[in-house]
């Protein structure tokens, strides 16, 4: 079964704008990673948050994890054409080993 | 530093042949996983490996789907007797080892993938 749902499947905002974009999961996790696949291309990694934090940022990225409601959020500020991308969600499963288990992703679309 | 190798980038194989993916995990890295990912969806786990050993291979089809790292070279996905349903993009990524700690070992480093189709 699919671990991790993402919403919304697509978003398409202008330059500038915030992008906000949602994750659940089923089970329990060590921690929580989102990643960013341009096109025909692989992954990349963006930003990790483990199971007892609730909130993390890095430069125009700010993530939140709740665990008790089993979901998380990337938001995107001040939007570039250059975030146009899919953004996947993952989790580490507790007692999962090392193992990604990505969700269904969100493609976001930032026009000019 | 290179990233995480993968050749060939694209493959084309017939129903019936074998296909033979290969990775070269980071520098360092001694953690190799495949996903797996079909057109529009997510990555789906394949396998884990480390030096000579699958740790998790849970994800694997029970059937024709194998793979290796061996000691020396890279880690090799091998697919017997392809069908049309084995078309997708194949990525493998490594980690560091579990001694660097913190959450560096919990970061993924992918390769740009190998792209199958299967005529």
């Known amino acids: 079964s699919q671990q991790g749902e993402e919403d919304p499947q697509a978003l398409s905002i202008q330059e500038g704008e915030n992008a906000t974009m949602n994750c659940s999961y089923k089970?329990?996790?060590?921690?929580l990673q989102w990643y960013r696949q341009n096109s025909g291309r692989g992954l990349v990694h963006l930003i990790l948050i483990r199971s007892n934090e609730r909130e993390k940022h890095s430069g125009r990225l700010r993530v939140t994890l709740d665990t008790s409601k089993k979901s998380s959020s990337l938001l995107i500020t001040a939007s570039r054409a250059a975030d146009t991308a899919s953004y996947f969600c993952a989790t580490v499963q507790t007692g999962g080993g090392n193992k990604l288990t990505f969700g269904t992703g969100t493609q976001l679309k930032v026009e000019l | 530093n290179a990233g995480v190798m993968q050749n060939p980038r694209h493959l084309v194989r017939r129903r019936g042949q074998e296909a033979r993916l290969r990775c070269s995990p980071m520098?360092?890295?001694?953690?190799v996983y495949w996903y797996r990912q079909l057109p529009e969806e997510g990555l789906k786990f394949m396998v884990y490996?480390?030096?000579?050993?699958?740790?998790?291979e849970s994800g694997m089809p029970k059937e024709r789907f194998s793979a290796e790292f061996p000691k020396e070279g890279p880690s090799i996905l091998r697919i017997q007797q392809v069908v049309r349903g084995d078309s997708a993009a194949y990525f493998c990524?490594?980690?560091?080892?579990?001694?660097?700690?913190?959450?560096?070992?919990?970061?993924?480093?992918f390769g740009a993938g190998t792209r199958l189709s299967v005529l």
């Open positions: 990524a490594s980690s560091p080892p579990n001694s660097y700690g913190g959450i560096a070992k919990n970061i993924q480093y």
């Open positions: 089970t329990s996790i060590n921690n």
């Open positions: 490996l480390q030096k000579e050993n699958i740790i998790d």
């Open positions: 520098k360092g890295h001694s953690h």
